[in-house]
Structure formats: C-alpha cells, structure tokens
C-alpha cells in the first residue's frame, strides 16, 4: 500500500536550471572525475558507484546559479561547485552507514558492496578533496561558509540520533535537526556564489535564506514521500523513515493528532522497534487519517515560498526564473 501526496505543479522541473548552468556543469563534472581519482583502486571504485549513479546535483547547480545571479566572472565557481557535490556525497556513504541503509538512487548502497569501512573512509577522502579545492580558490569567507557546514551537518546528523525514537520531539527540534543535516548544505552552495563574486552582505544573506527555505522544503517532501511515494522516485525503499525508527514530521503529525490507541501503535512500532507485518501500511493509513502527509507538504509549500521571497532582492531574468523553478521543482517531485 502506498498513498501518493497531492502536490501541486506536476510539470515542474529544474530543466531551466539545468541549461542555464549547462556549460559549467561539464566542467564540474570533469573535475569531479579527475578529483576522486587515487592510486587506491577501492576508492575511485566506492565514489564513482555513487557519483555516477544518477544524482541531479541539484547543490552543485545552485552554487553555479547563484553565482551567476550575482554576476561573478571567474573560474572558483567552478570549484566550489565540486566540493559542495564532494560534502554532500560524504554524508551520503556516511549517512547509509549509520542509517544501514541497503540502497541509494535505485542501487544497492556502497556500504552493501564493498562494507561499511570503505564506505566512510571514501567519504572521509571525498571531504578531503573538497576542501583541497576550497582552498585553491583562494575565499577565506567561502572556506569558512563551507567548513562551517560540515559541521553543522554533522551535528545535524548526530542530533537526529539523539532524537530518534522519542515521540516527545517537538516541531521545532525536529525543524533544527533537518536545517542542520539537510538545509546548511544548501544554504552554504547558495552563499558563496555572491561571496566569491564580491556582492553586498544583503545578497550573500539572501541568497543563503533562499538556499536555507529550499533545503526544508526539499526535506519535508522527502519526509513525506518516505510514506507517500514510490521506491524508484525515492531512490530508497518506501518506508525506511519508519524501519529505522525515525521520527519525522509526518509522524510527530500523526502522533500528535492520534487517540491514545494509535500513540500506543507509534511507540510500539518506533521506540520498541516491534514491527509486524503490515504496519507500515498501519502508519500511512493514521497519516492519511489525520492528513499528516499533506499537512507535511503544505509546510513544504510555505517554505518554497519564503525561498522565492529571498529571491526579490535580485533583478529578474533568467536565471532568477530558474531558481524559483528549482523550488517548484523540489516541492513537486513526487510526480
């Protein structure tokens, strides 16, 4: 069983983006290639089985878009773009160890193919490089806005841990934790574009809230879709959210919003981890039932238009367009 979210705009895309920055995308593409190469054979092998696997490299993009936007006439874009798509395909291998995740963009997880030790370390090589280019680009103020993002994610990651099968978690802790392993990383690829082309401290802040709101907003509909999409659009197993105990919010919705019956169901299949068959298809129904999925979406919505308001302080054109598409983008890729 499998509930599709109602989301608004099916022809959204990011094709706009993605022609926009075509030209400097093969060049990302390319240093990303000759960057993950090492002597080390395991280790070309683990990061490529990932960075060619299919990814949208949707943070890459927005770096180069908004560097655009801000009218930067150089090559560090170039640069910095590889290493947010570096960081951010660290805390993916990283992130399916800890998670013990068995699959990622509709293929097995590298973790299942080679283990979880050589998952790490390559992620932990794929930081490496990422902050090698970093530095070579020469921005103190793009090297402190990226380093402070790997930590942050971190944090993110290791307080969404500490958060984990506790259906005492509010709204509000669980909005730190996602703005923290998911949005900082796209906050930062969005501020350093304006960084390095030297724009004004109010284009940096508005570029970084854009980046910021679209990084919720991307994380909330993947909440949802964990119970109310498919496997192949996920590029994960439907329902992992629920197998791994994580409590998100269209479970602290349901929760919340449940008769005492169905707080005794949350916590016996999320804190007890005593899950029986059929009970994920138990969890989507009290989801449906008290209209926790597309309540999760509209939160999405309301946080897709807080990036496009961030928007206003640039110039209208074409790449501005293409970033308030990426939002419609992000907000209806369910379908």
Request: include cysteine; charge should be negative.
């Amino acid at each position: 069983m499998a509930v599709v979210v109602p989301f608004e705009k099916e022809t959204a895309s990011i094709e706009a983006m993605v022609r926009a920055t075509k030209a400097d995308m093969e060049r990302v593409n390319a240093m990303i290639l000759s960057r993950t190469g090492s002597e080390v054979t395991m280790i070309p092998e683990v990061a490529n089985h990932l960075i060619s696997s299919g990814g949208k490299r949707l943070r890459p993009m927005l770096t180069l878009a908004t560097a655009a936007l801000a009218g930067y006439h150089g090559d560090g874009h170039v640069k910095l773009a590889a290493a947010v798509e570096f960081m951010h395909t660290a805390t993916l291998l990283h992130d399916d160890v800890v998670d013990e995740s068995d699959m990622r963009r509709g293929k097995p997880a590298a973790r299942m193919v080679w283990g979880n030790e050589a998952s790490v370390l390559v992620g932990d090589f794929l930081l490496g490089q990422a902050f090698k280019m970093m530095v070579e680009v020469g921005s103190m103020r793009a090297l402190d806005i990226l380093a402070t993002a790997a930590a942050v994610i971190a944090e993110g990651e290791v307080a969404q841990l500490a958060a984990a099968k506790n259906t005492a978690t509010t709204e509000d802790e669980y909005l730190t934790v996602i703005k923290g392993k998911t949005a900082e990383l796209f906050a930062a690829a969005c501020e350093v574009g304006p960084v390095i082309a030297d724009r004004p401290k109010a284009e940096q802040a508005a570029a970084r809230a854009y980046g910021m709101n679209l990084g919720i907003a991307f994380q909330l509909v993947d909440d949802a879709l964990d119970y109310g999409g498919k496997a192949q659009k996920l590029g994960k197993n439907v329902g992992d959210d629920f197998r791994e105990g994580k409590i998100t919010l269209p479970v602290l919705l349901a929760f919340r919003r449940g008769t005492e019956q169905e707080r005794l169901f949350w916590k016996r299949t999320l804190v007890e981890s005593t899950i029986e068959d059929g009970d994920l298809e138990t969890a989507i129904g009290l989801m449906t039932k008290h209209s926790a999925l597309a309540d999760t979406v509209e939160r999405a919505r309301h946080y897709g238009d807080k990036a496009n308001d961030a928007l206003a302080l640039f110039p209208d054109g074409a790449m501005k367009h293409a970033l308030m598409e990426a939002v419609a983008f992000c907000i209806a890729r369910a379908h």
